[in-house]
Structure formats: structure tokens, C-alpha cells
């Protein structure tokens, strides 16, 4: 999909001030000097103090004026916020943006391996997605769609969990924690803006949610990122109800951008037996089906 939606505003400066009022003098051993704080957490000279840096070159880093950050200041700055793990990563993506650096592997499309469809039409009893950047479904199995939706009948360009997230209202009475999925999933967008800065179908993407859901406006601005990992989901599902779900995510070989989630239930619980009898229920036929544009 073509878009003239304005690319996405991924800036350093963006990313320190945020982080920096999210934590307060105490958080990082300071002593509050009383005076009172026109917004919340650090003030500039003190992340400066932390980070072994001039206070004039922080004001130039949150102002864009400052090229060429050495990857030395990117750590003292992510341990002076007590960034968590993602965050510094996100920290680095973004402060080398400025700097020459490799072309990104481009975004598969089309067919996946023969031995990834092996491996998802094996997990019969357990929803499989193959998700490629930008959260792009490029391959279900049928449990898969049987939880979430039949991928098949949507457009290419639907075949996405954070656009079908935002814009489907079947998924915001899907997700029982709506609210805490969505935001995730704007965290993990904004992961891949920060990595794949020069991705004009992830611009597009962000650009389309910016104009079409509020929600999605106010949690982009506020600088979170997460990357796909593990953890739980729970589902209102319309056919077998209540569904507590475990997920876990597998990088699909170094040089694609895919990784494949597997949900999966606890054993014994109840959420067991209702994928049996989602697995019963369902239509589709058992096989993994792949995403073609």
C-alpha cells in the first residue's frame, strides 16, 4: 500500500526526554534539592551529572543538533536512566541513525521456508503464527487463525496484528486486556521504526494508525518499546470463552525478519481442553497457510 502519511518521528531527543520524566532524583541515588519541577523526573544537569557529560551537549542531543554519538555516551546515557534492556537497545538503534550504516535486509514476502511450514503444520494442537516485521502475518496454521481470524479472506495489507489490533473491533472484544495488548503492540512498532528507520511500508503503517485511532496517537508519544519475547494473553474467544494462554516467540533463521509465536496453554488447565474443543470445531482445513500479496 502506497501512503502519503507523514513518516514516523523517531528522534533521540524525543526518546531522552521521555525517559528522563520517568524517573526521579531518588530513583538514582540524587538528593532532591527542594526546588520545585516545572515537569516531572531528572532535570537536564542532573542526567548530565549521571552520564559524565556537559549539560549543553544533553541540550543538543534532545534538539537534534548533535551527530555522531559515540556508542560510549549511548551507554552512559542508557545507565544514568536505568533503561531496561529493551530501551537501551532502542537507545542504540536510534543514536546511530545519524551515522552511515549497513542497508537492513529487506522484508520477506511470499513463500517461507519448507522446513518453518514443516514445523507449524506439526503444532496441530497449538495456535502458530509467523509474523514478519512490522507484525505482518505471513504464515498461519489453523489453530492460528481458529483463535485470531481467518487470515485468508482479509486483503495482504490486513494481515496485521497491530492494524487488525486498532481498526478491527472484533479484537478489542477478543483481547480481555485490550488496552495492555495494543500498547504492546505500538511498543513493538516503534522497536522496528528504531532498527528499520528507512522502512517506507512500516512509515505508512504508523502514519495510517496516527490519523485513525486516538489511542494509538497518545501511546506512540509515549516513548515505550518492548521487544516480541514471551508472556501471557488472555482471550474472550467466541466460540470456547475464557482462554488464558502462555506465548513464546523463535527467531526463524538470522537474516529474515521472522519470528514465530506459539500459543500455548497450561497443562491441565481449562484453557487445555478449550483448544481441544476450538480444535474440534474448527472448519479449516489443518494446515499451515502462507500470506501471499
Same mark, same amino acid.
Given at each position: ?11 533521540? %531527543? ?8 520517568? &524517573? ?8 532532591? @534539592?527542594?526546588?520545585?519541577?516545572? !515537569?516531572? *523526573? ?10 559524565? !557529560? ?8 534532545? /534538539? ?28 542504540? $538503534?536510534? %543514536? ?20 518453518? /511450514?514443516?514445523?507449524? @503444520? %506439526? ?17 498461519? $496454521?489453523?489453530? %492460528? ?16 496484528? !497491530? ?42 503503517? &504508523? *502514519? ?6 486516538? @489511542? ?29 494462554? $502462555? ?6 533463521? $538470522?537474516?529474515t525478519d521472522e519470528t514465530l509465536f506459539v500459543y500455548t496453554p497450561e497443562r *491441565? *488447565? ?24
Amino acid at each position: 500500500m502506497s501512503s502519503n502519511h507523514e513518516s514516523p518521528n523517531i528522534t533521540l %531527543g524525543d526518546f531522552l526526554r521521555a525517559s528522563r520524566s520517568r &524517573i526521579t532524583p531518588a530513583d538514582v541515588g540524587l538528593p532532591d @534539592d527542594g526546588r520545585h519541577r516545572k !515537569v516531572p *523526573g531528572l532535570r537536564r544537569e542532573e542526567l548530565a551529572l549521571l552520564a559524565n !557529560v556537559s549539560v549543553d551537549y544533553i541540550v543538543r542531543l534532545e /534538539q537534534g543538533r548533535a551527530a555522531n554519538v559515540s556508542p560510549l555516551v549511548l551507554e552512559a546515557l542508557a545507565s544514568a536512566l536505568r533503561l531496561e534492556p529493551d530501551e537501551r537497545q532502542y537507545l542504540m $538503534n536510534v %543514536g546511530v541513525q545519524e551515522r552511515p550504516r549497513s542497508v537492513a535486509p529487506t522484508a520477506r514476502s511470499g513463500q517461507i521456508r519448507a522446513q518453518t /511450514q514443516m514445523l507449524m @503444520d %506439526g503444532l496441530r494442537e497449538y495456535p502458530a503464527l509467523l509474523l514478519g516485521r512490522r507484525m505482518d502475518v505471513l504464515a498461519w $496454521n489453523t489453530m %492460528g487463525a481458529a483463535l485470531l481470524t481467518d487470515f485468508a479472506v482479509l486483503p495482504p495489507s490486513d494481515r496485521n496484528l !497491530v492494524r487488525l489490533a486498532f481498526l478491527d473491533p472484533r479484537f478489542r472484544d477478543l483481547y480481555v486486556d485490550w488496552e495492555k495488548t495494543a500498547r504492546e503492540c505500538v511498543a513493538y512498532l516503534r522497536m522496528d521504526a528504531a532498527r528499520y528507520p528507512d522502512d517506507e511500508k512500516l512509515s505508512s503503517l &504508523i *502514519g495510517e494508525l496516527s490519523l485513525a485511532d486516538a @489511542d494509538f496517537r497518545r501511546w506512540w508519544s509515549d516513548q515505550r518499546v518492548k521487544t516480541r519475547a514471551h508472556g501471557k494473553k488472555r482471550f474472550n474467544h467466541p466460540v470456547v470463552g475464557h482462554l488464558d494462554l $502462555n506465548f513464546q516467540t523463535f527467531s526463524v533463521g $538470522n537474516e529474515t525478519d521472522e519470528t514465530l509465536f506459539v500459543y500455548t496453554p497450561e497443562r *491441565g *488447565g481449562s484453557a487445555e481442553e478449550s483448544l481441544r474443543r476450538l480444535a474440534d470445531r474448527s472448519e479449516l482445513p489443518l494446515e499451515v497457510t502462507a500470506a501471499h500479496s
